[in-house]
């Protein structure tokens, strides 16, 4: 039985190998396990600084930044990194990048930064960054680490955008900036305020969920 | 033990190397925030003041009651145009709001630029747009009561947003009574620093 067993360990092992490439890394990413609307990870940021959908892609490009490198680093270091102090390791690996984008973001798009603020230092406790370095990064090959914080980066930003551009709409009339309706829309305010971003995020995971079933339901039929 | 002693290192080296890297960053940077505040800086002086186009001015720390504020001050041939205010006010819903005003030489506001506010987006934000703050434009203490309607004042505040509002009003009331007494005492007294605003 025992015998057994391990075979099939290093069955599934082998499996597990070959079970990540690049498609799949980007379809998870991008959709399969969207850090936002299937695994509900670094809601903070996505709840917070969606009130525009230029917010949300700065936020989101940031965190690609950071997810990225955060990722490079831990994968180029997961041969040294003892189990027992990987923790401790990421969120000083993290912590290092976040403070990296945020000085350059503060020397280069100054007002963003400004508009940012606070949020742009709490990507270290955004959720996301280390789920990655622990389920992915540490175990994979930096290539396909690099890989993976690029998918889900983009994923993360495509949420925030398509949240960001949905309550900038109906309570700013505007998408990016730019006037849609004219001056007599009457805005929905309370979409820019946090009850519109928990509304907002409602509808986009029902949706995606929506999507999801039907197309499960596709494959069945 | 042994392994104990490999972890610390590990962890240290780890440290270090972000230290290395931070410390980099923040050579590489230093002199770029520098410059992307002294250009907002000039910015908002510049959106505040029409009169100071290549003028000189001049920051001046002033002190009047309570406040002390830095006044901008321009000359043109020697010749006094006005001022922008730096004025601070917690007041508002959400931490500091920092803005500039700019005032003539008769003390009539010529613009507002709000440089920071942590105001609620597509609330408390809209005083940053000329929608707003253009009602103070071309007004002095002389004929414009700055406080907003609810304290019986002639300023209109953002629908949904009195706090904020009240609270860019009343640092602007108590800016302009600063300014009136910069202009009656002159520059002689209560000058805390004169500091050269040109390169």
């Not at chain 2, 907003?148 to 640092?171: L, M, Q």
Request: aromatic share 10%; proline share 3%.
């Amino acid at each position: 039985m025992v015998k057994n067993n391990e075979n099939d360990n290093e069955k599934t092992k082998a499996k597990t190998k070959d079970r990540d490439p690049l498609p799949k890394i980007y379809a998870d990413g991008l959709w399969n396990s969207n850090p936002v609307l299937i695994m509900l990870l670094g809601l903070c940021p996505a709840l917070a600084v969606t009130s525009s959908g230029l917010n949300g892609l700065a936020m989101g490009v940031a965190t690609i930044f950071v997810l990225v490198m955060a990722n490079l680093a831990v994968s180029i270091l997961r041969g040294i990194i003892p189990a027992k102090m990987r923790i401790p390791s990421f969120i000083v690996i993290i912590a290092t990048f976040v403070t990296v984008i945020d000085l350059l973001m503060e020397a280069y798009a100054n007002d963003l930064h400004g508009q940012l603020g606070i949020f742009i230092p709490l990507i270290v406790v955004n959720c996301i960054i280390l789920g990655r370095a622990e389920a992915f990064a540490y175990k994979k090959s930096v290539w396909k680490s690099f890989n993976d914080g690029l998918a889900m980066g983009v994923g993360f930003t495509l949420a925030l955008v398509a949240m960001g551009v949905i309550r900038e709409i109906f309570g700013n009339n505007s998408v990016f900036g730019y006037n849609i309706f004219g001056e007599d829309f009457n805005n929905v305010l309370f979409m820019i305020l946090p009850p519109g971003a928990f509304l907002t995020l409602g509808y986009l995971l029902a949706l995606s969920h929506y999507i999801n079933n039907k197309r499960a339901e596709r494959k069945k039929a | 033990m042994a392994a104990q002693k490999k972890d610390v290192l590990i962890l240290v080296l780890i440290a270090t190397f972000s230290g290395l890297l931070l410390s980099g960053t923040y050579i590489l940077t230093k002199k770029d925030i520098a410059k992307a505040k002294i250009e907002k800086q000039k910015k908002a002086l510049k959106a505040v003041m029409p009169f100071l186009g290549n003028n000189p001015y001049e920051k001046i720390v002033y002190k009047y009651q309570e406040n002390t504020i830095n006044i901008f001050t321009v000359t043109e041939n020697e010749n006094f145009l006005g001022a922008a205010l730096e004025l601070k006010t917690k007041k508002g819903y959400s931490g500091w709001i920092v803005f500039y005003l700019g005032v003539d030489a008769d003390g009539k506001v010529t613009g507002m630029y709000i440089t920071e506010s942590k105001e609620t987006p597509g609330l408390g934000d809209k005083a940053k747009d000329k929608k707003w703050w253009g009602q103070f434009v071309g007004k002095s203490k002389e004929d414009f009561i700055f406080k907003v309607e609810k304290d019986k004042g002639d300023v209109v505040s953002i629908t949904a947003s009195t706090i904020t509002s009240r609270a860019i009003t009343n640092a602007s009331d108590q800016g302009l009574d600063l300014y009136k007494d910069f202009l009656a005492n002159g520059a002689k007294t209560n000058v805390v620093e004169a500091q050269d605003g040109k390169k």
